[in-house]
């Protein structure tokens, strides 16, 4: 029970965290192929929040399709997971890396940014997001037909050690 409390703040405090990232400045971006470890200071603080971040950009519109942000507390980390409006929220998310296992995580919010799902990452997932090449997050458009996003792993073990 306590740990779960202490899940429940922990992914509180990334949600306000997130939210509040627009209030930020980005003061240090470190690129790792293709990840980055964005850190954010508030104004008047001398304390840095850093994210290893992918944001997936359509190429004919420049605009974000999707961005993944990971924060790290201790040994824990917390993945969020941003997709645009106009999907089927039923449906939720599916994550898969390379060929393994399929894994469905439901959308916990939608705002103005796109809508939401914040996945605790364990230890297996982490070794498996390090060993991969490919992750893929699926979700359905309001039509319910499956959009399969490929992201690149290329950088991610070195980004969540720089994390660290």
Not at 83 to 94: A, D, E, M, Q, R
Not at 117 to 129: E, K, Y
Request: aromatic share 6%; proline share 2%; with cysteine.
């Amino acid at each position: 029970m306590k740990g779960l409390v202490h899940y429940c703040i922990f992914l509180l405090g990334l949600l306000l965290f997130s939210q509040s990232l627009f209030a930020q400045k980005l003061v240090k971006e470190n690129r790792y192929k293709s990840w980055s470890v964005n850190c954010y200071q508030q104004e008047n603080s001398e304390k840095q929040n850093c994210l290893l971040m992918q944001t997936i950009v359509l190429k004919e519109t420049n605009s974000r399709l999707m961005q993944i942000a990971i924060a790290k507390q201790s040994k824990e980390a917390t993945a969020r997971i941003t997709i645009p409006l106009g999907v089927f929220i039923p449906n939720g998310v599916t994550l898969q890396v390379d060929k393994g296992e399929k894994n469905a995580y439901p959308l916990l919010h939608c705002d103005q940014q796109g809508c939401h799902t914040t996945i605790r990452l364990n230890s297996i997932m982490i070794t498996g997001l390090k060993a991969g090449n490919q992750l893929t997050v699926t979700f359905s458009d309001m039509t319910q037909r499956s959009i399969g996003v490929p992201v690149s792993l290329l950088g991610f073990t070195a980004g969540l050690t720089a994390l660290e």
